[in-house]
């Protein structure tokens, strides 16, 4: 059985104690390859460095998080576009709009957001997008690219069956980790209807683990918990599940 975290921040500080054992353990649980979303021009380093000891295991993407968009995002970004030609980036990501801790630059982030959809269509990559209570605005910026060939996926989805099947009618996968297996979760009836090609596996690690270490630090080996339960959903193979979701994040993403 094959899988792919698409979206692990394990260049955090929370892994240096045990970073080594935390993917050997991934491999382990047949996570192939672990997907790697930055935040922003600082950790940039610890995550390149990740993608240096594990070439084609750890896989870096290049963007700025909604929530280290501050006066200064259009330097960082410039930093951001500047390195992008010196390493090999899958996905432009992560990027978004957050407005569940602040709404206090909503203007910026949403340029942000639009510049960095635009360069990621110059660079012919797919983006990951964070969308936390911000549904209507990530879509109004998307609506804007419609017919482009932008693709993508939205990280963590939490929204509505309605938000889930536009994503999914604009070529839009969904990120799907640790809430699906949460007791008042409704996101499996969510993901019934919109169907397993167009799902992708993620853990969010360090953050969002699923039963039963909620509450705890997540690693990529939990993968296998949450295509559990989606297999579960489903009413197919733990295989059948992550054979479609393996090939949806390798058609996406490239690899």
Same mark, same amino acid.
């Given at each position: 059985?094959?899988?792919?975290?698409? =979206?692990? =921040?394990?260049?955090? @500080?929370?892994?240096?104690?045990?970073?080594?054992?935390?993917?050997?353990?991934?491999?382990?649980?047949?996570?192939?390859?672990?997907? +790697?979303?930055?935040?922003?021009?600082?950790?940039?380093?610890? +995550?390149?460095?990740?993608?240096?000891?594990? @070439?084609?295991?750890?896989?870096? +993407?290049?963007?700025?998080?909604?929530?280290?968009?501050?006066?200064? %995002?259009?330097?960082?970004?410039?930093?951001? *576009?500047?390195?992008?030609?010196?390493? /090999?980036?899958?996905?432009?990501?992560?990027?978004?709009?957050?407005? %569940?801790?602040?709404?206090?630059?909503?203007?910026?982030?949403?340029?942000? +957001?639009?510049?960095?959809?635009?360069?990621?269509?110059?660079?012919?990559?797919?983006?990951?997008?964070?969308? /936390? *209570?911000?549904?209507?605005?990530?879509?109004?910026?998307?609506?804007?690219?419609?017919? #482009?060939?932008?693709?993508?996926?939205?990280?963590?989805? #939490?929204?509505?069956?309605?938000?889930?099947?536009?994503?999914?009618?604009?070529?839009?996968?969904?990120?799907?980790?640790?809430?699906?297996?949460?007791?008042?979760? /409704?996101?499996?009836?969510?993901?019934?209807?919109?169907?397993?090609? =167009?799902?992708?596996?993620?853990?969010?690690?360090? %953050?969002?683990? @699923?039963?039963?270490?909620?509450?705890?630090?997540?690693?990529?080996?939990?993968?296998?918990?949450?295509? /559990?339960?989606?297999?579960?959903?489903?009413?197919?193979? *733990?295989?059948?599940?992550?054979?479609?979701? %393996?090939?949806?994040?390798?058609?996406?993403?490239?690899?």
């Amino acid at each position: 059985m094959q899988l792919i975290d698409t =979206h692990t =921040h394990l260049y955090l @500080p929370e892994f240096d104690p045990d970073r080594d054992e935390m993917i050997r353990r991934a491999q382990g649980n047949g996570v192939e390859k672990l997907l +790697m979303p930055n935040i922003d021009v600082g950790s940039l380093s610890a +995550m390149l460095n990740a993608s240096s000891k594990y @070439p084609g295991i750890c896989i870096p +993407m290049l963007g700025l998080h909604p929530t280290s968009v501050k006066d200064d %995002y259009g330097k960082q970004i410039d930093k951001l *576009e500047k390195i992008f030609d010196n390493h /090999r980036f899958i996905a432009i990501g992560e990027i978004g709009i957050d407005l %569940y801790w602040d709404k206090t630059h909503i203007r910026e982030q949403l340029d942000a +957001m639009k510049r960095q959809l635009a360069f990621a269509l110059k660079a012919g990559l797919p983006v990951v997008i964070h969308s /936390r *209570e911000s549904f209507p605005e990530v879509f109004s910026v998307l609506d804007d690219f419609e017919g #482009s060939g932008l693709k993508g996926v939205l990280h963590a989805f #939490s929204g509505t069956l309605d938000d889930a099947l536009k994503a999914a009618k604009m070529g839009f996968m969904l990120g799907i980790g640790g809430p699906i297996t949460f007791k008042n979760s /409704r996101l499996d009836e969510i993901v019934r209807e919109v169907g397993l090609e =167009h799902i992708v596996l993620e853990t969010d690690s360090p %953050y969002l683990a @699923p039963v039963p270490y909620r509450g705890k630090r997540n690693e990529s080996s939990y993968l296998t918990l949450i295509n /559990r339960r989606l297999a579960e959903i489903f009413n197919v193979s *733990e295989e059948e599940s992550a054979g479609i979701t %393996y090939h949806n994040s390798c058609h996406l993403f490239k690899i």
